[in-house]
């Protein structure tokens, strides 16, 4: 008889009513002394199985204090590509979506075996799942979809500690790529088109930097370095949501995004980063780093240049970098057709977000989150005013990502 199958007769045992247990009910000191004798028993059925070399991991609680939930849409393909790369790889237990405030159930849901992280498959577009970070603790279950427990019964799931949307990446180049990128909505006068909220920018995943290192090596492996571009986004649109967050993306067109090669590196990039094959976690999650380490680390908000951010990306390709919230040129209004602009506004909105990303960071710079400028992107006055700025927001700045 396994330990666990030893350990849970005991329990269903201690479940059972007294009659079923002892044959005289009213034997309450030999019930009393059974209960303790079979508690007892289940104490050291447990201490067996933590020392036991042939006992198997047990599942990790999806409440732990660092999980990670992944997000993808049926209606994407790239996102379904790629979910079904990672289901391909095993390890994955099916459990029942939840059902939601308007009564029903949204898509299908995992949980995996050896890593505190979850999938989940919704029906509508990922710009639309504002809030997927309590929508997903509100909904879901920790219970198997064969279990048929009631919605009462179900454990609800704790906030995760970082989300990423597994989707496609559309650019009218068509150039293939593989992207990573925070999401937000740092201009505040932009279109609901971007999703999320305007002038709002969710927490950047501390994972950013450390996932796009992964990338690289993944694609190099996989001999795709050559023919596809692995690269960083800037922060561009949303969902809204209050957790740490980064899109992952396959691009650029209908003929990548459904494309297995593409989807088996990020398979292979989430494994490693997340520990999904068993092995320790590829990329330590900010919350799991305890305070001296986090003493020793600094983050950076990029501030200025082109949509696919050449220079944060030099900065995240070093290891040990952190990179937050990225703002390109075109996202910073100062007022060139009039008026003030709202280019404090995005500024403050994208340094606030990563600190909250990154609490305890330090690593040799006040406050622990700097900031990395492109000293060519702005007109001389518009770079006084940016650095001015900065000051009043006690961010130390650099024009190179070498001084960061």
């Known amino acids: 008889m396994t330990v666990a199958f030893r350990k849970a007769s005991i329990f269903a045992l201690l479940r059972l009513p007294c009659f079923a247990v002892w044959p005289n009910p009213r034997s309450k000191l030999l019930q009393h002394a059974l209960r303790r004798r079979l508690a007892t028993a289940a104490t050291t059925c447990s201490a067996t199985a933590s020392s036991s070399p042939t006992s ?33 790889r095993g390890n994955w237990l099916e459990t029942e979506p939840g059902v939601e405030h308007d009564g029903t159930r949204n898509g299908r849901a995992y949980r995996h075996k050896l890593s505190p992280t979850s999938l989940w498959l919704v029906e509508g577009r990922l710009l639309d799942l504002d809030d997927a970070d309590r929508r997903w603790a509100s909904a879901s279950s920790v219970g198997s979809a064969d279990e048929q427990q009631s919605q009462q019964q179900r454990e609800p799931l704790a906030l995760p500690s970082d989300v990423v949307f597994l989707s496609k990446h559309v650019a009218k180049s068509g150039v293939p790529a593989l992207c990573v990128h925070p999401i937000g909505v740092p201009n505040p006068s932009s279109s609901k088109e971007a999703g999320g909220k305007p002038g709002r920018c969710p927490p950047p995943s501390p994972r950013l930097a450390g996932c796009l290192r992964e990338l690289c090596r993944a694609a190099r492996e996989a ?26 993306e396959i691009g650029s067109s209908e003929e990548h995004w459904g494309r297995a090669d593409a989807a088996e590196v990020w398979a292979s990039v989430l494994t490693r980063m997340l520990g999904l094959d068993g092995s320790p976690a590829g990329d330590i999650n900010w919350r799991d780093l305890d305070p001296a380490a986090r003493a020793e680390r600094s983050a950076f908000v990029c501030i200025g240049g082109g949509h696919y951010a050449p220079k ?43 600190r909250a990303a990154f609490p305890g960071a330090g690593g040799g710079v006040a406050g622990g989150v700097g900031a990395l400028v492109d000293k060519k992107a702005f007109r001389a006055r518009e770079r006084a005013a940016l650095l001015e700025h900065l000051g009043t927001l006690g961010v130390e700045h650099r024009f190179k990502s070498s001084e960061c």
Request: glycine share 12%; proline share 6%; aromatic share 6%.
């Open 223 to 248: 001999g795709l370095d050559s023919s596809f571009d692995t690269t960083l986004e800037v922060t561009h649109h949303g969902p809204w949501l209050e957790t740490p967050a980064m899109f992952v």
């Open 56 to 88: 198997h991991p047990p599942i990790p609680a999806t409440t732990a204090t660092a999980s990670t939930l992944l997000v993808g849409s049926k209606q994407d393909a790239a996102g379904r590509a790629m979910a079904e790369a990672l289901l391909a």
């Open 312 to 354: 944060p990306g030099d900065l995240a390709r070093r290891s040990g970098s952190y990179v937050g919230h990225m703002l390109a040129s075109y996202a910073l209004d100062f007022g060139r057709g009039g008026g003030e602009g709202t280019w404090r506004e995005a500024v403050t909105e994208a340094v606030r977000s990563t």
